[in-house]
């Protein structure tokens, strides 16, 4: 942290002791969203970059013994690689907990026939949709899609989404629905950032996680977490977390905190 100017203020005071605490488990496992929380919002999904601080403390975290870090994300595995600008050791998951790249060259998806058949017509009725408004933005994923609505105005965002509901519901039942910021996400997989995280839990052997998000689908992971963990709400809204920063500068602080606690502990300072 040498020549870091930069004060703490925004990290509360019960935050900075739980991560004290957090520092000193064996084996680490921080697990992060990443548009909101690493990254600031953008109205192009493909723009959004990771804030610099906060990459230089997931440097330093990843460089540690007994220390893990993920991006858990919304986004598919390839959006996800494409904007992160995390170091190679940074593991991935992506579509909410469908998608995994855990560093064993087994990155990817497994859906069976059936769900593949629901994803072609969801497909079909999603594009449909879009011809009925064509300001939203359409997103395919590996295992479903997402309309976007940031920047369209609120009856027009709510119209496209209520559209894309009913027909889906009408077209593909079954289908799971997500809501987010700016974002109604249909999925033929049900994993949830929760799943995500009891599965990063066996695979990082972590005798303790922190999680923090920005966005409703985060809830599923904070309500994952177990004692001795540490949860982050990041921004406004209801939230099952223990803690809350008010954005990603304040994302920034509290990873350096990490980093730096993490160190000293792991060389006995
Ligand atoms: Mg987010």
Known sequence: MTGDTCGFDGVPGSLIAALRHLATTPQLTVALDFDGVLAPLVDRPGEARGDDRSLRAISDLVALSGTTVVLV??????????????????????????????????????????????????????????????????????????????????????????DASRTVGQRVPGVTHRAGKDVLEFSVVSATKGDAMQRLRLHTSATAMLYAGDDVTDEDAFAALEIGDVSVKVGEGATVADHRVHGTVEVSQMLRVLAADRRNHLLGA
């Open 73 to 162: 994300s919304g986004r598919s595995l390839d959006s996800l690689r494409a904007v992160s600008g995390s170091p190679d050791k940074v593991l991935l998951v992506g579509s909410h907990g469908a998608e995994y790249d855990l560093g064993e060259g087994n990155a990817g998806i497994s859906i069976t026939n059936e769900e593949k058949r629901a994803l072609t017509e969801l497909r079909r009725a999603m594009h449909d949709v879009l011809e009925r408004h064509p300001n939203a933005r359409l997103e395919d994923k590996p295992a479903g899609c997402a309309l976007h609505t940031r920047g369209l105005a609120p009856d027009a965002a709510h119209a496209a989404q209520r």
